[in-house]
Nanobody, 123 residues
Framework: QAQLVESGGGLVQAGGSLRLSCAAS????????MGWFRQAPGKGREFVAS???????YYADSVKGRFTVSRDNAKSTMYLQIDSLKPEDTAVYYC?????????????????WGQGTQVTVSS
């Protein structure tokens, strides 16, 4: 079954870094914008970053300057480099494909969600 698969999460100390990956399994990326979202315990899913086919990027204010999204279309893989991690970054991180009209930061505009990867930041 075609899906997106996240990896790279883990437990890290505050100030550390992680690189998350999102790979297409059973399919290749099409030309749609791809996005990263996160969901902390007891909270709703929130937008983190998006990247268009031509690598135009867009970030949530809370992660600007610390997170960097990129994609390798030939490998059908998207990445999220996370630096200067904070305890409030603790969440399950999801990738998804923008398949409906709407702003890039709208959860409802995305589909084909992956299963998520846990990022835990200790203080």
């Amino acid at each position: 079954q075609a899906q997106l698969v996240e990896s790279g999460g883990g437990l890290v100390q505050a100030g550390g870094s992680l690189r998350l990956s999102c790979a297409a399994s059973g399919r290749t990326f099409n030309t749609n914008t791809m996005g990263w979202f996160r969901q902390a315990p007891g909270k709703g899913r929130e937008f983190v970053a998006s990247i268009s086919w031509f690598s135009t990027t867009y970030y949530a204010d809370s992660v600007k300057g610390r997170f960097t999204v990129s994609r390798d279309n030939a490998k059908s893989t998207m990445y999220l480099q996370i630096d200067s991690l904070k305890p409030e970054d603790t969440a399950v991180y999801y990738c998804a494909e923008k398949i409906r009209d709407g702003n890039d930061n709208y959860v409802s505009a995305y589909g084909y969600w992956g299963q998520g990867t846990q990022v835990t930041v200790s203080s």
